[in-house]
């Protein structure tokens, strides 16, 4: 088979090859998936590039967890009729030296979910991890009808799946955004939005006392923690972020009293100092979420409610850009320089 691999880790350029390696025959409980494209997440480039905690332990990686495409065989234990099944994947190379930058992968078969008819492979192979990083996101935050929740970086692919995940639940929903266009792309899938930047806390607020069933008269809180009545003070009920250094005093200053914190990421290169005495006013809570290691019996959750929402048309996905299997390396560069706004998948 056609497939894409590294033997030692380093820049995409000088460590990714394109050429055959041999297709693996599905065991017990396993299926092997022809893969119509293959998703690129930040973790794979990072893996690739040496900057994962995880050790490379195999002499050689095909890369990629998230991945869709068509059963073509089964192990002993699998049900025959998936045979045919369009499928979506994830983590596939999680300790694991194969993942789906091929023309086949073989899998456990619950890493294969079968893929609504109205869902494109290269939608399918976006959804892995950050459509699932986005359920647990808006579970911890605590989405509901009536709560009140902000998502950071709306239109990325995380942020983009979260902010419409919230909705769905039944949340008001405000997203931070960077730009017009990217206002835009938020707004037509129904997710007001605000600039980030130094304006955003002011913004925000204004934006919760539009939301205020009182017309406004609740007052909007200190920026140094919360000291008064927790009727009384307005903030976001759940705060989905991206970047929790970067992020970290503008969270607590618009975080409500009891309020969530999510978070999925912190890019900025910087250990953030904790303000404990204002987290503890405001009785925050604070899940830090890794798809990777997070339960399973809640992945399933997670799964059970994406399939819903795909069957039914619920969710407007992130822009795709594809790129042959032979431009990997461009298609790594890429998500390393954050080209592109969606998702970048690659088709063997």
């Known amino acids: 088979m056609r497939a894409a691999y590294y033997e030692t880790q380093g820049p995409a350029r000088a460590v990714l090859r394109v050429g055959d390696l041999p297709s693996e025959d599905p065991g017990p409980g396993m299926l092997r998936v022809r893969i119509a494209a293959s998703g690129i997440n930040p973790s794979d480039v990072k893996a690739r590039g040496g ?34 099944q369009r499928v979506w994947l994830y983590e596939c190379q999680l300790d694991r030296a194969s993942g789906t930058a091929a023309e086949w992968t073989t899998v456990p078969e619950a890493l294969a979910v079968p893929l609504p008819g109205n869902v494109s492979f290269e939608v399918g192979a976006a959804l892995g991890v950050p459509a699932l990083t986005a359920w647990f996101c808006a579970d911890r935050a605590g989405a509901a009808p009536g ?45 007001a939005t605000v600039r980030r930047g130094a304006d955003l806390p002011l913004h925000a607020r204004e934006w919760l006392a539009a939301q205020a069933p009182d017309g406004g008269g609740a007052r909007p809180g200190p920026a140094d923690g919360a000291t008064g009545n927790a009727a009384t003070y307005r903030g976001f009920d759940g705060i989905v972020d991206l970047d929790f250094a970067a992020n970290l005093a503008a969270d607590v200053e618009l975080a409500a009293v009891n309020g969530r914190l999510a978070v999925y990421a912190s890019d900025t290169n910087l250990e953030p100092a904790f303000p404990v005495r204002a987290l503890m006013r405001r009785n925050l809570q604070v899940a830090f979420l890794l798809i990777y290691t997070l339960p399973a019996a809640e992945k399933r959750r997670a799964i059970a409610d994406l399939t819903a929402w795909l069957a039914a048309d619920a969710l407007r996905h992130p822009a795709i850009h594809a790129y042959p299997l032979d431009e990997i390396a461009a298609a790594h560069e890429a998500v390393e320089t954050r080209r592109h706004v969606g998702k970048v998948v690659v088709r063997p």
């Open 51 to 84: 900057n994962s905690p995880r050790p490379q332990s195999w002499p050689r990686v095909i890369p990629h967890h998230d991945g869709a495409g068509t059963v073509e065989a089964v192990g002993p234990g699998v049900d025959p009729a998936r045979v045919g």
């Open 147 to 191: 709560r009140n929740i902000l998502v950071h970086g709306a239109v990325g692919a995380v942020g983009f799946y979260a902010a419409q995940m919230a909705r769905l639940r039944g949340a008001r929903v405000l997203g931070t955004v960077s730009n017009d266009s990217q206002a835009a792309v938020a707004q037509a899938a129904g997710i």
